[in-house]
């Protein structure tokens, strides 16, 4: 009886956005902004050449406010959009500059650009998942 009574559950992919959100924009602060560690900018050299380091980190705390706040927005699936892409496109260009450096002058930048693609194609998958529908609408499997 509890499904009865019981507000319904943060939705995942809204909770997703959050979470996430929430550590894109405390890895720009903390781990770029902050203290940005050898390795990470030693790999990141081919957009450092052209964009500062500390724009960098600003962009990733922008991308994960976006989505933090489109996480907590109800019924906006337009906005949830943007918060997935906020949470893709910053993933996708550390997977495609450490791709160059692996390929180029830091060999050992593959296992970033293996780790960074790949959680860019985990953001494309969830975005396109719908959530479970809430209990009041499930079929009942006695």
């Not at 507000?7 to 602060?29: D, E, I, S």
């Not at 050898?38 to 990733?60: E, F, H, K, Q, V």
């Amino acid at each position: 009886m509890w499904g009865a009574t019981a507000r319904p559950a943060f939705p995942r992919r809204r909770a997703f956005l959050t979470v996430v959100g929430t550590g894109w924009a405390g890895y720009g602060g903390l781990g770029i902004l902050r203290d940005p560690r050898y390795g990470t900018a030693r790999g990141l050299a081919s957009i450092t050449d052209r964009i500062p380091l500390t724009a960098l980190g600003w962009m990733w705390v922008a991308c994960g406010t976006l989505a933090l706040l489109a996480g907590l927005l109800v019924h906006c699936p337009r906005v949830q959009a943007a918060g997935f892409a906020a949470l893709a496109v910053p993933a996708g260009l550390w997977a495609g500059a450490f791709s160059v450096a692996a390929a180029t002058t830091y060999p050992t930048a593959v296992g970033s650009a293996c780790g960074w693609g790949a959680f860019t194609i985990g953001v494309v998958l969830v975005s396109g998942m719908d959530d479970p529908p809430p209990p009041y609408l499930r079929k009942d499997r006695r």
